[in-house]
């Protein structure tokens, strides 16, 4: 079956400082959804991304559709205290449902 | 906007006992679907429905059950819960040929 790895699993950094996760799978997909849980809440889409290759930004979000498409990264610039949550990666095939990744658990040091 | 709503938000069960985690949404969405969310395990699905009167099995299906009435309710049975259902569990809609899913806010379910 298909095997998707998200990491890192957590990061703990100062405010202002810039974040990096990413996401592999086994199988090829045609979408990679980027999406964010704050706590006590359901998850929230923070980035689409439809084309490999295509690299899209949201404010101080940046994030990449890999050109295998088999991955996938998330940036955060600048991180601020609000950034604090769980990130998921959610790659997807038209007409399926979605597949989430384990998740990054950030935590920002003001 | 209402969005997806679900109830309980939380809920504490007996071992043995059922229950229903309700699930509506007011987005005319085609597509349902309930995850549940464990520790370092991301959110895994447990049943979907395409459409009013159609589900199908996700990845973790077992000791749950499902129905789709209509296209707004879908909800979610545990017909004899055990302490392995312990979890936090979301419910997402979605529209036919739209990628985004839509999740409530979850039911947090403690079986002891």
């Known amino acids: 079956g298909q095997q998707l790895n998200q990491s890192p699993q957590s990061m703990f950094i100062q405010e202002g400082e810039d974040v990096s996760m990413n996401c592999t799978s086994s199988?090829?997909?045609?979408?990679w959804l980027w999406y964010k849980q704050d706590p006590g809440e359901g998850p929230v889409l923070l980035i689409a991304?439809?084309?490999?290759?295509e690299l899209t930004s949201n404010g101080r979000l940046t994030a990449q559709f890999g050109i295998t498409r088999k991955d996938s990264f998330l940036n955060i610039s600048a991180s601020i205290p609000s950034d604090v949550g769980i990130y998921f990666c959610?790659?997807?095939?038209?007409?399926?449902?979605?597949?989430f990744g384990g998740g990054t658990r950030l935590m920002v040091k003001p | 906007n209402a969005g997806v709503t679900q109830t309980p938000k939380f809920q504490v069960l007996k071992t043995g006992q059922s229950m229903t985690l309700q699930c509506a949404q007011d987005?005319?969405?085609?597509?349902m679907s309930w995850y549940r969310q464990d520790p370092g395990m991301g959110l895994r699905l447990i049943h979907y429905?395409?459409?009013?009167?159609?589900?199908d099995q996700g990845e973790v299906p077992n000791g749950y059950n499902v129905s789709r009435s209509t296209t707004e309710d879908f909800p979610l049975r545990l017909l004899s819960a055990a302490p392995s259902q312990t979890s936090v569990y979301f419910c997402?809609?979605?529209?036919?040929?739209?990628?985004?899913?839509?999740f409530g806010q979850g039911t947090r379910l403690t079986v002891v």
């Open positions: 987005m005319n969405h085609e597509y």
């Open positions: 997402a809609s979605r529209s036919t040929g739209q990628t985004e899913a839509f």
């Open positions: 429905s395409v459409g009013a009167g159609i589900t």
């Open positions: 991304l439809y084309k490999a290759g």
């Open positions: 199988s090829i997909f045609n979408t």
């Open positions: 959610a790659p997807n095939n038209a007409g399926n449902m979605l597949t």
